[in-house]
């Protein structure tokens, strides 16, 4: 799946496939330099994006360390790609992070997000593993009580039943 940055003034294609017969961007004036990446013509205000040559005067926009203008969809995809391609790769979520990010938990290299989940998830089944315990004890302490009940009862009738054929109790003799 790739991602796809149109031109916020033409709509063309100005990153990514465009085998779905998306139409490039027509605006941009961009040139390809020695580097492969694109060169955009000056404008009035000097304030063009650096990728695809859009004019930048009163529109959001970032700066670069170069002093180079990008307009946002240019950065953000120029972010994104430069996420996929650098960095370690979370075995969880799939994200790629700086090392400074990852983790080793169980042998694996996660991301810090992940790594707080799974604390999250482990300490959520202790609680329920607690839980159950307390209410199967609960539990059984009243079955052994109802069972104690019966035995008591049945006792009693019992020594009724011995008194009254022995007559001590409602024979009347």
Do not use: H
């Not at 049945?154 to 054929?165: A, F, K, P, R």
């Amino acid at each position: 799946m790739s991602t796809e940055v149109f031109c916020p003034n033409c709509g063309g294609l100005l990153f990514g496939s465009d085998s779905e017969g998306g139409r490039p961007c027509t605006c941009a004036p961009t040139k390809a330099n020695s580097s492969g990446g694109a060169t955009a013509t000056t404008t009035k205000s000097g304030k063009a994006c650096c990728v695809c040559g859009v004019d930048l005067e009163g529109k959001p926009r970032r700066k670069d360390k170069e002093g180079k203008y990008w307009c946002n969809e240019c950065a953000d995809y120029d972010s994104a790609q430069k996420r996929l391609t650098s960095g370690t790769v979370c075995a969880d979520c799939g994200n790629s992070f700086s090392k400074s990010m990852i983790t080793e938990v169980e042998g694996k290299k996660i991301c810090r997000t992940c790594a707080i989940d799974r604390e999250m998830q482990k300490k959520e089944t202790k609680e329920r593993l607690a839980n159950a315990k307390y209410l199967r004890s609960s539990n059984q302490e009243e079955s052994r009580k109802k069972k104690l009940m019966i035995i008591i009862g049945v006792l009693g009738v019992l020594i009724l039943l011995v008194l009254y054929m022995q007559g001590i109790i409602g024979g009347g003799e």
